[in-house]
Nanobody
Framework: QVQLVESGGGLMQPGESLKLSCTFS??????MGWARQAPKTLRDSVAE???????KYADSVKGRFTISRDDTKNTLYLQMNSLKPEDTAVYYC?????????WGQGTVVTVSS
C-alpha cells in the first residue's frame, strides 16, 4: 500500500513563510502535487510537478509558492512565502501513478494575525 504523509503545517502570520513536506513510501508517480481545501470549498490543486521536473501553479499562488521533489529522499515539498489569510486550508499531498491517484491525510495551515 503506497502511503503519502504530509508534515509542516501550522499557525502563521500574514507575510511569513512555511515549508510543507510529504514523504512517500514508493516512487511510482508520474505527477505529484499539492492541493488545498478551505472550509465549505472544493479541494483545488495549487501546485504540480512532473517526474521530469516541470511545474504548474494555480494563479493564486504563482510567485509565492514553489513545489519541488527530492526523489533520493522520496519527499515532496511546498515552499510557501508571503502567506495570506486566504491561504488558510487543509493542504493535501497527492501523487498520480499510471493506475490511480494517491492522497495524503492532510496538514492544516492557518494564516491569521
Amino acid at each position: 500500500q503506497v502511503q503519502l504523509v504530509e508534515s509542516g503545517g501550522g499557525l502563521m502570520q500574514p507575510g511569513e513563510s512555511l515549508k510543507l513536506s510529504c514523504t512517500f513510501s514508493e516512487n511510482i508517480f508520474i505527477v505529484m502535487g499539492w492541493a488545498r481545501q478551505a472550509p465549505k470549498t472544493l479541494r483545488d490543486s495549487v501546485a504540480e510537478i512532473s517526474a521530469g521536473g516541470n511545474t504548474k501553479y494555480a494563479d493564486s499562488v504563482k510567485g509565492r509558492f514553489t513545489i519541488s521533489r527530492d526523489d533520493t529522499k522520496n519527499t515532496l515539498y511546498l515552499q510557501m512565502n508571503s502567506l495570506k489569510p486566504e491561504d488558510t486550508a487543509v493542504y493535501y499531498c497527492f501523487g498520480k501513478s499510471e493506475v490511480r491517484d494517491y492522497w495524503g491525510q492532510g496538514t492544516v495551515v492557518t494564516v491569521s494575525s
